[in-house]
């Protein structure tokens, strides 16, 4: 009787769990569905306001323009707008450029950014390709008109995110390295006068031409460039502006880890005598640079217009420092939602910095969800934070960019395959500064 009743009363237990669970899973559906809708309501609300800052690219007054762009560079920072890049990507490509040819040093400057985060949107692709032919020669033509430094410094940082993104060979890169040169290097004609650049605009060619050698090998590329570059980067280790000698401090890091320099200097120590002259430069030239890190990694101050930015630049000198001196590369740990992105190397450190000045406020959505920065830097975000950006990718999207199949994991995996290459080859072609050429 005692086990009859407990079993009863054990059964309706069971029951009663049963219609909890029955009602909490249809409760937990109907909430999902309910979320799942409320989402989409706000993406529908982003949309339509896409579409109205666009429409308005079109409109004549420059400050209703400007306040697009604002529009556009805020949405594309806050999520990644693949289904609106889906349906608007000409049409939003073509209007910045027309920005570009057309607007004031202010539309200018957001059209650019607005280019370049439309590269990252769409990553390794057709798309990303159209970008960079479409957009060299007029960003080109942008450079040499005016010096406002905030138009040039975005001009600067677009061309070298859509050479990063869309570029496919050394050629395409060293080209846009080289239009970047000009703008403290112009070639002067008889009608042509020479204008001194700024230092934010010495700043932003230096990053900008740093964050493109990270994808070259360095050994390909014209000794007389290497030369002229790199005594070049010595003398900003000289000026009074410390952001220029951050700037060029770290482009020389970079091109010690390349090994160039060791092997230009290899190859005029073997060759005739006028390639000797040149070796003897090369050790003068690596002697000096070695004295300008020592002496900046203990700056006392007074030189710089920031003294907040002291430390700043002292811990930087003194990484590179001990790169030069031992080869030993500062290795970093950034932490985006719970997980780890390191970098190993200054090619990857480089990188990473530059992408998150770019982005901005919106450098930590990104790195969360945008697989092309998930490639470049081998970073695999927690899983929670894709689930709303996954439900709402379209079908055209996944194929482009989940298929291991597809054109462009073919043409992303290639990329980063080459580019994993040269870090490995860096990795273990350090050179200290102080070593003699017979040593290493």
């Not at 029955?22 to 989402?39: F, P």
């Not at 970008?131 to 960003?139: K, R, T």
């Not at 790169?323 to 950034?334: A, D, K, N, V, W």
Request: net charge neutral; proline share 2%; hydrophobic share 35%.
């Amino acid at each position: 009787m005692g086990k009859r009743s407990s079993q009863r009363k054990n059964a309706a237990m069971l029951d009663s769990d049963d219609d909890n669970s029955s009602v909490s899973s249809t409760s937990t559906m109907r909430s999902d569905r309910m979320s799942v809708s409320g989402t989409e309501e706000v993406q529908l609300e982003k949309d339509t306001l896409l579409d109205e800052a666009l429409d308005a690219l079109y409109e004549k007054r420059g400050s209703t323009r400007e306040k697009a762009l604002s529009s556009i560079i805020e949405a594309f920072n806050n999520t990644l707008q693949h289904q609106f890049v889906e349906k608007k990507f000409a049409t939003l490509l073509h209007q910045c450029l027309s920005s570009i040819k057309r607007g004031s040093s202010r539309e200018i400057a957001l059209a650019s950014h607005a280019i370049g985060l439309l590269a990252l949107t769409v990553g390794y692709g057709e798309n990303s390709r159209e970008i960079l032919e479409e957009s060299v020669a007029p960003i080109s033509q942008a450079l040499k008109s005016g010096f406002d430094s905030s138009k040039l410094a975005s001009l600067l940082e677009c061309l070298a995110v859509i050479t990063f993104v869309g570029g496919n060979n050394p050629e395409e890169t060293e080209r846009t390295m080289q239009i970047m040169w000009q703008i403290v290097h112009p070639k002067l004609g008889s009608n042509v006068v020479a204008t001194r650049p700024s230092a934010p605009i010495i700043t932003a060619m230096v990053s900008a031409w740093s964050f493109l050698l990270t994808t070259m090998d360095g050994c390909s590329l014209d000794s007389k460039k290497w030369q002229q570059s790199i005594s070049y980067f010595s003398t900003l280790l000289d000026k009074d502006d410390r952001s220029i000698r951050i700037a060029a401090g770290e482009a020389l890091a970079l091109i010690f880890e390349t090994g160039s320099l060791e092997k230009f200097s290899s190859e005029s120590k073997g060759s005739n005598d006028g390639s000797r002259e040149e070796y003897i430069h090369l050790q003068g030239l690596k002697g000096k640079i070695l004295n300008q890190v020592r002496n900046l990694s203990v700056e006392a101050g007074g030189k710089g217009s920031a003294k907040k930015d002291l430390t700043s630049q002292r811990n930087l000198f003194k990484d590179i420092l001990e790169f030069l001196e031992y080869g030993y590369c500062p290795e970093t740990s950034t932490k985006i939602g719970g997980e780890s992105l390191k970098t190993l190397n200054w090619s990857q450190l480089i990188q990473l910095n530059f992408l998150k000045h770019f982005l901005g406020g919106g450098f930590v959505k990104h790195m969360q969800e945008n697989e092309f920065l998930h490639d470049v830097f081998g970073f695999t975000p927690k899983r929670k934070y894709l689930s709303v950006a996954e439900h709402h990718i379209s079908s055209t999207d996944k194929r482009m960019y989940k298929s291991p199949n597809s054109v462009v994991n073919k043409a992303r995996t290639q990329k980063l395959n080459k580019q994993r290459m040269l870090s490995e080859g860096r990795n273990v072609g350090h050179y200290a500064v102080n070593v003699d050429d017979d040593e290493v």
